[in-house]
């Protein structure tokens, strides 16, 4: 069984930081895996935000978080941040961390849809 769990989640007012991890355990070496990282806000889809590939080397971002947030992952432990600096109203979501269904991915996958390891997310909120 792989189990994915996010914490860091919160009410911060615009222009302020957060920083999201997703820990993982049970029957996954999160090192062999690309992960990614999506939101979902009330009425909305679930998007992709930001992706990491398997060795660290390779992420990619939606384009409305360029240049605020940054996704990084320490293998050691087992682990994947999301850390998100100068919030905006129209981030508030929620997030969830995710593993693709390949492992050795050089870039974590944008589509939900390759992805067969959820979190059960976190609650991010930016008041304006």
């Known amino acids: 069984q792989v189990q994915l769990v996010e914490s860091g989640g919160g009410l911060v007012q615009a222009g302020g930081s957060l920083r999201l991890s997703c820990a993982a355990s049970?029957?996954?070496?999160?090192?062999?895996?690309?992960m990614g990282w999506f939101r979902q806000a009330p009425g909305k889809e679930r998007e992709f935000v930001a992706g990491?590939?398997?060795?660290?080397?390779?992420?990619n971002y939606v384009d409305s978080v360029k240049g605020r947030f940054t996704i990084s992952r320490d293998n050691a432990k087992n682990t994947v941040y999301l850390q998100m600096n100068s919030l905006k109203p129209e981030d508030t979501a929620v997030y969830y961390c995710?593993?693709?269904?390949?492992?050795?991915?050089?870039?974590?996958?944008?589509?939900?849809?390759?992805?067969?390891?959820w979190g059960q997310g976190t609650q991010v909120t930016v008041s304006s």
């Open positions: 049970g029957r996954i070496a999160l090192s062999m895996y690309a």
């Open positions: 990491i590939g398997w060795s660290g080397d390779t992420t």
């Open positions: 995710a593993a693709p269904s390949s492992s050795l991915l050089r870039s974590a996958p944008t589509s939900e849809y390759l992805y067969s390891y």
